[in-house]
């Protein structure tokens, strides 16, 4: 199939009055250009239908960008596949973090005093409650001085368990740091007596309560060294004792106000222990220091000690 091609141009006329080549130019004045058609003749290469109309279109382009991957998390270990031991080193190293496996403070309220216990040692055999019924017996609890702190009796059947609330007979609470014996008296049923004598009873922190607060009294043996003269914690059983009395407070009554009190053989030695307590655990409970009190005494060497008071508010 012949098609004609024409195609028009817009050539210049000649414009009335214009100047002949190579004179001076001026102005010339505008003119419709003259119409020229060029006719030619082929084959129609793009046949008779129309190509379809192809553009190309991302259909995702609004979220490509959301849809690349982060770097950043490409570079960091997956909790599921890596080690606790290399993902929270710096947490189970904490300080601050509770640690259950300092317990010295016991769960229990009292002192246990197995008393059946200690005559069945004597006499080298079991008891049962009627062979136990005839023996009268008695428990006598004395202090570093000899002096006695606490006393039981009973004319016959001695118990299987006594719990002592550790406070003596004249309403003073038992101190860290000093040592109680416990002495067991028995009569038989023939009147022989009897005597066994436990071991010492010494702990290195004890917790009562008082009218004016809970105390949680500490050994300056095991805070300072066996002389009970350095101002700073002794490592690792005086920070040891520390963090145990740390977790109690945590675990029951924080937030409440606190004062630190150390008994020592200066007053000036006592502050200083002191102020090592108080930042001790400015630095465990991430409290403001307006919330730890200190204050000192001096006292002779059985009674040097510290105490840690949650002051009842």
Do not use: C
Not at 273 to 290: C, H, S, T, V, Y
């Amino acid at each position: 199939m012949n098609i004609l091609v024409a195609l028009i141009f817009a050539v210049p006329a000649p414009v009335q009055g214009a100047p002949e080549p190579g004179a001076s130019s001026g102005f010339v004045a505008a003119a419709m250009p003259a119409e020229v058609v060029i006719k030619g003749e082929g084959v129609s290469q793009l046949g008779g239908v129309k190509p379809p109309l192809q553009i190309a279109v991302d259909e995702f382009e609004t979220i490509r960008d959301d849809l690349r991957p982060d770097p950043a998390l490409l570079l960091s270990a997956s909790p599921l596949a890596a080690a606790w031991r290399s993902t929270h080193p710096e947490f189970l190293m904490n300080e601050r973090v509770i640690q259950p496996w300092r317990l010295p403070f016991s769960q229990r309220a009292g002192v246990s005093l197995r008393v059946r216990e200690q005559l069945e040692g004597l006499l080298g055999t079991r008891l049962d409650d009627a062979a136990a019924r005839p023996w009268g017996w008695s428990l006598t609890l004395a202090d570093e001085e000899g002096r006695v702190f606490h006393h039981a009796e009973g004319a016959k059947n001695p118990p299987v368990e006594i719990v002592w609330s550790g406070r003596s007979d004249a309403g003073e609470w038992v101190r860290a740091g000093r040592s109680y014996s416990a002495v067991y008296a028995f009569t038989g049923p023939d009147g022989a007596p009897r005597t066994s004598v436990g071991k010492p009873l010494l702990w290195k922190g004890v917790v009562h309560q008082e009218d004016t607060g809970l105390y949680l009294s500490l050994d300056s043996s095991a805070l300072f060294g066996t002389d009970r003269a350095a101002s700073d914690v002794q490592a690792p059983v005086g920070t040891d004792l520390l963090r145990s009395a740390a977790d109690l407070v945590k675990r029951r009554y924080a937030g409440i106000p606190i004062s630190v009190r150390a008994f020592a053989d200066t007053k000036e030695l006592g502050a200083a222990q002191a102020a090592g307590i108080r930042d001790f655990l400015l630095r465990e409970f991430m409290i403001a220091p307006r919330n730890v009190a200190i204050d000192s005494a001096r006292a002779p060497f059985s009674d040097q000690r510290v105490e840690i008071v949650l002051l009842n508010r």
